[in-house]
């Protein structure tokens, strides 16, 4: 079983970065896709990015594509997510995600951090 703890998160302006970072226990950290997920108040729970096993493969919803980058580090135990010219649309609470396939997909996670806020103020 994998423990997942998010960080990182606080209030930003909009315009500026910030770098999440989600440390991996209990498992083969190694062996698991791992997903970056958030949802804003009065919402539901959105995907926003994916990594394979390996890190060769990545996935970005499309509000984020071009902004926010996914990585992680296996010897590390730890999933990254840089999120760069952040607007208030960004604010949430992120979420980090493990799934057994090991290659990262929009569905499907078993494991689950108990998230960090974002806030983006304008």
């Known amino acids: 079983q994998v423990q997942l703890v998010e960080s990182g998160g606080g209030l930003v302006q909009a315009g500026n970065s910030l770098r999440l970072s989600c440390a991996a226990s209990?498992?083969?950290?190694?062996?698991?896709?791992m997903g970056w997920f958030r949802q804003a108040p009065g919402k539901e729970r959105e995907f926003v990015a994916a990594?394979?096993?390996?890190?060769?493969?990545?996935y970005y919803a499309n509000s984020v594509k071009g902004r926010f980058t996914i990585s992680r580090d296996n010897g590390k135990n730890t999933l990254y997510l840089q999120m760069n010219s952040l607007t208030p649309e960004d604010t949430a609470v992120y979420y980090c995600a493990a799934e057994p396939s090991g290659l990262g997909s929009m569905t499907d996670y078993d494991y689950w951090g108990q998230g960090t806020q974002v806030t983006v103020s304008s």
């Open positions: 209990g498992g083969t950290f190694s062996n698991y896709g």
């Open positions: 990594i394979s096993w390996t890190g060769s493969s990545t």
